[in-house]
T-cell receptor, first 112, second 116 residues
Framework: GENVEQHPSTLSVQEGDSAVIKCTYS??????FPWYKQELGKRPQLIID?????GEKKDQRIAVTLNKTAKHFSLHITETQPEDSAVYFC???????????FGPGTSLSVIP | EADIYQTPRYLVIGTGKKITLECSQT?????MYWYQQDPGMELHLIHY???????EKGDLSSESTVSRIRTEHFPLTLESARPSHTSQYLC???????????????FGDGTRLSIL
């Protein structure tokens, strides 16, 4: 089955700097890669997702890149703000699965 | 408003009690999931459902059971609560896409469970 690794487990950046979180997956059949943000005491919420038919997707300050050959994908946050502080989870799944495999999470702290 | 609702939000209860955590969604989603999560930590899938009358065990061994008699309702039951069950339980749902089967999951606010 699918296995998703995520690095780093914790990340601190200065406000205004960029943050990058990297994930690797094991199942070459995986073709859907969502990212979730979970603020302290709140529910996880989807922030961006990408399917294997594209290599990059952007939404304002957030971008995700996918390298199918190397089986890794990354989240990029530019011009970080204190409200970006949260735990971020990557995930991967083949379309034939009905469940999504989550990475262990990255705790991002943006220092004002 | 279409959303996914969990009750109770917090529950403190003694060992040996039977507990049911409620989850309802008003989005008409086919797929529903239960996760166990210690605050800010990894999400562990304990049960999921493709639709009515379908239930499957997840990756984390659990002493809980689920049922899916109605599309919108997916309750989780612990027959005899133990201190090791203390955690947060998150319910989620997603639709079955026409072009792509896997779609984003929508999470509820969770139930914080403490077993004394």
């Amino acid at each position: 089955g699918e296995n998703v690794e995520q690095h780093p487990s914790t990340l601190s950046v200065q406000e205004g700097d960029s943050a990058v979180i990297k994930c690797t997956y094991s199942d070459s059949a995986s073709n859907y890669f969502p990212w979730y943000k979970q603020e302290l005491g709140k529910r996880p919420q989807l922030i961006i997702d990408i399917r294997s038919n594209v290599g990059e997707k952007k939404d304002q300050r957030i971008a995700v890149t996918l390298n199918k050959t190397a089986k890794h994908f990354s989240l990029h946050i530019t011009e970080t703000q204190p409200e970006d502080s949260a735990v971020y989870f990557c995930a991967a799944t083949p379309d034939s699965y009905d469940k999504v495999i989550f990475g262990p999470g990255t705790s991002l702290s943006v220092i004002p | 408003e279409a959303d996914i609702y969990q009750t109770p939000r917090y529950l403190v209860i003694g060992t040996g009690k039977k507990i049911t955590l409620e989850c309802s969604q008003t989005m008409g989603h086919d797929k529903m999931y239960w996760y166990q999560q210690d605050p800010g930590m990894e999400l562990h899938l304990i049960h999921y459902s493709y639709g009515v009358n379908s239930t499957e065990k997840g990756d984390l061994s659990s002493e809980s059971t689920v049922s899916r008699i109605r599309t919108e309702h997916f309750p989780l039951t612990l027959e005899s609560a133990r201190p090791s069950h203390t955690s947060q339980y998150l319910c989620a749902s997603s639709e079955s896409g026409i072009l792509y089967s896997n779609q984003p999951q929508h999470f509820g606010d969770g139930t914080r469970l403490s077993i004394l």
